[in-house]
């Protein structure tokens, strides 16, 4: 499974990015799909992840309702709008792909891992 990402880059607080994730190969679809962020040296947190099968969402402490995850079946792509955006808000987001729930992910580590991009809040 190869996972590929797209749109990050520089932005305002208060403004907004999507971040795409486009997977190639087979997944099952028991396999959950969503975003880690974790800078260098730093814990790994959840941001959003979703269950491919049926897209119940899941997201980190305090982002639900700035952040919203979902998916496009037809092109095998993961989306993460993020809203409202603040400067606690940069760092590496990397989209990753496990059998195992997004509520697990800062303890679990997932099998596939995309290349990581860089969001970067200025205030």
């Known amino acids: 499974v190869q996972l590929v990402e797209s749109g990050g880059g520089l932005v305002q607080a208060g403004g907004s990015l999507t971040l795409s994730c486009a997977f190639s190969g087979r997944i099952f679809s028991t396999f959950s799909m969503g975003w880690l962020r974790q800078g260098p040296g730093k814990e790994r947190h959840l941001v959003a992840g979703l269950m491919w099968s049926d897209g119940t969402p899941y997201y980190g402490d305090s982002l639900k309702g700035r952040f919203t995850i979902s998916r496009d079946t037809s092109k095998n792509t993961v989306h993460l709008q993020m809203t409202s955006l603040r400067p606690e808000d940069t760092d590496v987001y990397y989209c990753?792909?496990?059998?195992?729930?997004?509520?697990?992910?800062?303890?679990?580590?997932?099998?596939?891992w995309g290349q990581g991009t860089q969001v970067t809040v200025s205030s």
């Open positions: 990753v792909a496990d059998g195992s729930l997004p509520k697990y992910w800062d303890q679990v580590n997932p099998d596939y």
